[in-house]
């Protein structure tokens, strides 16, 4: 298994909600050890997701949700990710509710093998 193409996402919640449910969609790769099904509120997680055993690498979308208390109603979180052979690295950060989140990504390299990205999310004050 090439390691060099495996990601490595810490999620920072920094939200005053849990995240739970967590669901991997891969397209390629395959999660490495347990998946957190759940990051409480003021902590963080990180998830591992080896490379399959080509060249193909890791990428896809790691989702969570989040109760919005301000709407009685589930939200959505996703924590996009690509790290393949021969093509730059990206993270992205997408959600049903984007006007209530803030989210930091801290800098990577985008031809750094493995991916190595931290996601901070905060609540955005109204």
Do not use: W
């Amino acid at each position: 298994m090439p390691i060099a193409y495996r990601t490595i996402l810490t999620i920072n919640n920094h939200l005053k909600t849990d995240l739970y449910d967590g669901d991997p969609k891969l397209q390629a790769g395959s999660i490495d050890g347990v998946m957190p099904d759940y990051i409480r509120s003021g902590t963080q997680q990180t998830v591992y997701i080896s490379a399959s055993g080509s060249f193909a690498g890791s990428s896809g979308a790691i989702l969570y949700k989040t109760h919005n208390s301000a709407r009685d109603r589930e939200e959505k979180l996703a924590f996009e990710f690509k790290c393949v052979n021969e093509e730059a690295n990206f993270v992205k950060f997408s959600s049903s509710m984007p006007n209530q989140l803030g989210v930091k990504v801290d800098p990577y390299t985008p031809t750094d093998h493995p991916l190595y990205a931290t996601f901070t999310i905060t609540q955005e004050e109204a």
